[in-house]
């Protein structure tokens, strides 16, 4: 089997990662760059200058599709672009790794979801937090049953946004879809993702010192599993105080907090440091993307799904859509999809 050949669509910051990440395996090659802005191109040659890879540019998605080969499609565009680009993608048989968030309504997500099933593609949605390796240690350890089961847990996203797009509706979405979604889809993944999520309950709040954002920018919702155990997830997009991600999960033996643990082994209220990188600031010296493309690429080779695919990614999202749903009503709101 030959080299599996790489479309990047948008040449952006985050494209820069996806592009290190295919570049460092063996086992692909970048065979297309498609750029959608003026400065697009300039962006493309430097990265082709950084990295060292052949693949011309393209300013047009179609001709790409047509032209490049390529067999795979990473999505690094602006938000409001995830849901064209990527469908784009799946409709022409490619593989597609999609940055969150996968799209802006449930219909868009819905609408991915059918169609990678009917073009039976392998599907990925970024959400690179579960690639640090001290979060990866600690769901390692807690898939061990060293903490026991989780019956409580906690995940928080703040951030401040800076850049008209993200502070936008029509472009970013909203403070869940901007950022918010990371925290979500880690309390999921420690608290069980399969596991249904009955009822959330959602509040959320305008800007509170800047003028430039036209959605609400902290917001907070509780969600109850349906087996009784509860959650809390929150974000904030014009966070005032540096970056934060926090992870506080309760276990029937132990728990987790950030980058500490606690377990049966250690002395009563004292914690133990995880060795690895934590999301502690939003640009740590290096991101785990080439983890993620790596897995990805093992996806592809295999043929078999991301734990991330457009259709398991779906329920994260499908909540994030209820949570605002309860936030505008006032009202807790039953989940029924799962």
């Not at 907090?257 to 009563?268: G, I, N, R």
């Not at 078999?304 to 909540?319: I, M, N, T, V």
Request: glycine share 10%; net charge negative; aromatic share 12%.
């Amino acid at each position: 089997m030959g080299r599996i050949r790489v479309m990047i669509l948008g040449p952006g910051w985050v494209a820069g990662e996806h592009i290190k990440g295919y570049c460092r395996d063996p086992r692909a090659e970048i065979v297309a760059v498609v750029g959608f802005r003026p400065e697009d191109a300039a962006q493309c040659e430097k990265y082709r200058r950084q990295h060292g890879f052949p693949g011309p540019y393209y300013d047009d998605l179609g001709k790409a599709l047509a032209e490049s080969g390529a067999q795979v499609a990473s999505v690094c565009t602006i938000n409001h672009m995830h849901y064209a680009n990527a469908l784009a993608a799946v409709e022409a048989g490619l593989h597609v790794f999609c940055e969150k968030p996968l799209a802006l309504t449930a219909e868009q997500v819905d609408a991915l979801v059918a169609a990678a099933a009917r073009r039976k593609v392998v599907t990925h949605v970024g959400h690179v937090v579960r690639w640090y390796s001290a979060v990866a240690e600690l769901k390692r350890k807690a898939d061990a049953g060293l903490f026991g089961a989780f019956y409580y847990g906690e995940a928080d996203y703040f951030h401040q946004y800076l850049g008209e797009w993200k502070t936008k509706a029509a472009t970013g979405g909203s403070s869940w879809l901007m950022g918010g979604i990371h925290a979500l889809d880690l309390l999921l993944h420690f608290m069980g993702y399969d596991s249904p999520v009955a009822e959330v309950y959602g509040v959320w709040q305008p800007a509170q010192w800047r003028k430039d954002f036209d959605y609400e920018t902290s917001s907070c919702a509780i969600l109850r599993f349906a087996d009784g155990r509860i959650g809390k997830v929150a974000t904030d997009a014009e966070s005032a105080v540096p970056y934060t991600f926090r992870l506080h999960l309760h276990g029937t033996k132990g728990g987790i907090h950030q980058a500490l643990y606690h377990t049966p082994d250690l002395p009563p209220r004292q914690w133990a440091k995880q060795e690895g990188q934590y999301p502690d600031d939003w640009q740590v010296a290096e991101h785990p993307f080439p983890a993620e493309v790596s897995y990805f690429l093992d996806c592809v080779e295999s043929g078999g799904d991301s734990d991330l695919s457009f259709a398991r990614a779906a329920k994260a999202y499908h909540l994030v859509f209820a949570i605002e749903e309860s936030a505008r009503t006032g009202k807790p709101v039953r989940v029924t999809r799962n």
